[in-house]
């Protein structure tokens, strides 16, 4: 799931890069795709979440996921807007360089589906009575 969120991801930056953002329906085609690169992963992470968390508990973990993706959102922009301020293309450097972003949030997501498969296999068994 959470590679099909950094796909979306690459979608939007093609989009962006490639879109007339002048015509209006180009402008909804990227807001819309956008919108689904934002929360597609961060659905993603909540069901994972909460597959992982008691249920009586899972307010809480929402609340820390959420903070958690708040803060990580925050302080990841503040370094991609230093970087694209003196970038040679200026903000035109954006679409690249949220593709290349999202090219490593695939690599991440495959590489945490690994760990979460291999950790299943570990996971021993109950055993029905």
Sequence with gaps: MAAAGAGAVLAFAVALGTADLGDPASLR????LGGAAVYGA???????????????????????????AECGGALAG?????VLKR??????????????ASLVLVAAAA?????????????????VA
Excluded: I, M, Y
């Design 29 to 32: 085609a990227v807001a819309a």
């Design 42 to 68: 961060r659905v993603a992470l909540q069901l994972t979440v909460r597959e992982h968390v008691a249920p009586s508990d899972s307010g809480k973990a929402d609340a820390v996921t959420n903070c958690l």
């Design 78 to 82: 503040l370094p991609l807007v230093h």
């Design 87 to 100: 970038a040679p293309r200026g903000w035109a450097a954006f679409p690249a360089t949220l593709a290349a």
């Design 111 to 127: 590489a945490v589906a690994l760990l979460d498969a291999r950790a299943r296999r570990l996971r021993p068994r109950e055993k």
